[in-house]
């Protein structure tokens, strides 16, 4: 069965688009929207809906992008589709906004089709997302730990947008357009490495097919089960939020109820999915580590406690309830100096402590500096060792260049509210360790073969 006929099969059974629809169809001109754009074409008349094909230029790859939009413009010429462009500077939004170019660029290109719908009465946005892009998708989403929604891919449909070609693979795609002889514009940028999805299907995915030649099919089947997963999830969610009463998309719900769901270890899915809906008013992600603090601190609630997500974001339990909510009351930093020892150091900061190990015989290595565990020169420390709160004007000497303490944080992306909370160790000549920054460069370097570990571990403070 050709790709043609499988399309038109596909239509008929989900009914993605019906008679009548309108559809604006996201057009590149690379090979995938190319072949979207000919099935659609091909099948409107047929199916009785409008198309019609909205090309954004980014405002990069100078010449290059010039052409892929005149190219654009003639295919749909050719055909008698109506043609829609839009010129945006995605290297200044994305500098605007502290965007990297490729989010930058999806944003706009979104932003853009969202617009020209709106304007022009298409009531569905088609995007070109193959099954390949799937088994992308859900391999990126794997190594970034991301939970059952995350390897559930890209959804076929999500409101107006839709995606008619996730049935198909690049390779099926390239075959079609061969034996038609459909000519498509390759971008460049496809091929730049610094992109990680580039990284995956130019390095990774060929290595997995040489495991397995099937590899994309499996990863997307993996998605399919998934999806079906993360359904059953939302479905028994629905039921305890049905059972006890509670929306947990107001922020709020009942501390004995969840405590309760807390206790039954085969429950876990269902409780991760009332605290993303909880949190997802402000479209706020609740990572492994912050739902394992959660379900800990429901297995024996304290009224006050509260656990830190992002963005001054919080979970409060309350007499009755556990509420999510904008922490307005900053925490009062604290003044402190502890002098550190051999083994475990207790800090006035909630749930932290510092390790100090015995000296050992080696050279000093930190394959990454910004690790919470560190190797340090036994022979560089001068006087004590201790632990104190940052400080104004502290300054410290990093790869050769000293540097503000305030400056270094800046750099390392630590939010605001976290900084005076993270614990400065030094000696009696200066600092020597800033979790989350680095190491002294006074204490890299030894003149014997020996060192000692620090190492910090805190579940009020932010994984490295």
Known sequence: MDILTRFQKDLKQNKMIVKSDRVLVAFSGGKDSVCLLFLLHACSKEFGFEIAACHVHHGIRGQEADEDLSFCKFFCKQRDIPFYSEIVDAPGFGKENGLGLEEAGRILRYRILEQIAEKEGFNKIATAHTASDQAETVLFHLVRGSGFYGMSGIPQ???????????????????????????????????????????????????????????????????????????????????????????????????????????????????????????????????????????????????????????????????????????????????????????????????????????????????????????????????????RNRKDGDVVQIDAMTKKVKKLFQEAKIPQEVRDRIPIVCDDVGIVWIPYVGLSDRIRESDRDEFFTMTIQSSYLPEA
């Open 157 to 387: 449909q999500r409101g107006k947008l839709i995606r008619p070609l996730l049935a198909f693979y690049q390779d099926e795609i390239l075959d079609f357009l061969d034996t038609l002889h459909l000519s498509f514009k390759e971008d460049s940028s496809n091929r730049d490495t610094l992109y990680s999805r580039n990284r995956l299907r130019g390095n990774v995915i060929p290595e997995l097919k040489k495991i397995n030649p099937s590899a994309e099919k499996a990863l997307v089947r993996f998605a399919n089960i998934a999806n079906e997963q993360s359904e059953l999830i939302k479905f028994s969610c629905n039921c305890w939020e049905n059972e006890n009463k509670i929306k947990a998309t107001s922020g709020k719900v009942s501390l004995s109820a969840i405590s309760e769901l807390a206790s039954k270890p085969e429950m876990s899915p269902v409780l991760y999915e009332i605290f993303s809906r909880m949190a997802s008013k402000e479209k706020i992600v609740i990572d492994y580590q912050h739902f394992k603090s959660l379900s800990a601190l429901l297995k024996q609630p304290e009224t006050g406690k509260i656990i830190e997500i992002s963005n001054g974001f919080v979970f409060q339990i309350s007499s009755e309830e556990l509420v999510f909510k904008k922490n307005e009351k900053k925490p009062a930093g604290i003044d402190y100096q502890v002098k550190l020892q051999i083994g475990a150091n207790t800090l006035p900061i909630p749930e932290t402590f510092i390790y100090i190990s015995d000296k050992k015989q080696g050279k000093v290595e930190n394959i990454n500096k910004n690790l919470l565990i560190i190797h340090a020169a036994f022979d560089k420390i001068e006087g004590n060792l201790f632990a």
